[in-house]
């Protein structure tokens, strides 16, 4: 096993910032969550320790921006107790059970069971009034053969036509998607609505914020996506990865951008997995400081990886379980390990170059 489970990869302007400052939580203005499923299962004991060490006595704001499970993690960060809620949500998880046949629309249900845990009774208002905390939840809306009455042939075409377009340019994405940033209303979003995509802003409330995090994890022919959410255009809205999987975001605020990671690759957008060469762009990594497993650390776990989303299909029930456990129960070292790192004032020392 590697003595260092847990990476450090910094942009230029992060890794000069935190070499000269040292780390502190003074330095970040926003915190990234990427798409990625299961994989978020990586992350659940390092967020804990975060949650319970860093931004508990914040004043000023902090932008929490992601897609898909990264806003459901976020969620769970924005209540009194964010580490009881991301062990609630871990817990729950880790306890899944569904057999196959199922539908969208079960699958979709289930993803409501999931929230409704998360948030008990009053945690909706816990995310919408949060001290400091600014959510920004990504999504895409559907455009063509993607509109709101949408059925399995029109999704399809639509997907299947900006896939093949996504191979020329990211730029040709918002003839088939527009960008939208469902966010706090006390602020805006930390980074330009006119860059890269135009990007449609709507305001956070306690009538939307659900579906807007069920639109940003409505993987397409996995989950029902959300049709007309409160104050954004009309229109089927889906999995904002598609667009932002990894967040290559020019983000707007003067601190450093801290992302909790599963990979030290940031892909652009859901299209671009298979393609090697598209690579997020400098800029977008210039502020950011990466935290992810080691890929030694991976390879050491069952099956020589973090969980997936294809575990439900490669494995029965019993073994995913056993699986999955297992591996969280791991990442208990890269938790332990950035603690230790922190308390030893070691992590400007072992700050790696985050490459695109």
């Not at 063509?144 to 377009?165: E, S, T, Y």
């Not at 450093?256 to 997020?280: N, Q």
Request: charged share 25%; glycine share 8%; with cysteine.
């Amino acid at each position: 096993m590697s003595a260092k489970p847990l990476r450090f990869l910094a942009g230029p302007e992060a890794m000069a910032r935190i070499r000269r400052d040292g780390l502190h939580e003074d330095l970040f203005d926003v915190v990234a969550g990427a798409s990625g499923g299961a994989k978020w299962l990586a992350l659940t004991r390092l967020d804990q320790a975060m949650s319970a060490r860093w931004f508990r006595h914040r004043e000023r704001p902090l932008h929490m921006v992601g897609s898909s499970i990264g806003t459901w993690r976020f969620a769970c960060l924005a209540q009194p107790d964010p580490a009881a809620a991301a062990k609630r949500f871990e817990t729950a998880y880790l306890d899944y059970a569904v057999e196959s046949p199922v539908s969208m629309a079960e699958l979709t249900e289930h993803c409501r069971e999931f929230l409704r845990l998360i948030f008990r009774e009053d945690g909706i208002g816990h995310v919408l009034t949060h001290p400091f905390m600014r959510q920004s939840i990504l999504a895409v809306r559907g455009r063509g053969p993607m509109g709101p009455r949408a059925g399995r042939l029109g999704l399809g075409l639509g997907l299947g036509a900006a896939g093949i377009a996504n191979l020329a340019s990211r730029r040709s994405l918002p003839l088939f998607f527009e960008r939208t940033v469902l966010h706090d209303g006390r602020d805006a979003p930390p980074f330009d609505l006119s860059a890269e995509f135009p990007t449609q802003a709507v305001a956070l409330t306690a009538g939307n914020l659900v579906p807007a995090l069920l639109a940003s994890s409505a993987v397409p022919f996995v989950f029902e996506g959300v049709v007309d959410p409160e104050g954004a255009r009309p229109g089927l809205y889906m999995d904002g990865g598609i667009m932002d999987y990894h967040l290559d975001m020019g983000f707007t605020p003067p601190g450093l951008v801290l992302y909790p990671h599963f990979s030290h690759r940031v892909v652009p957008g859901w299209f671009d997995k298979a393609l090697p060469w598209r690579r997020a762009r400098a800029g977008s990594l210039s502020r950011m400081l990466v935290l992810c497993p080691s890929v030694e650390f991976a390879r050491a776990l069952p099956f020589g990886k973090i969980p997936d989303r294809g575990d439900f299909k490669r494995m029965d029930t019993k073994t995913r379980q056993k699986y999955w456990r297992t591996a969280v129960a791991e990442t208990d070292r890269l938790a332990d390990y950035w603690l230790e790192a922190m308390e030893k004032d070691r992590i400007p020392d072992l700050l790696e170059p985050l490459i695109p």
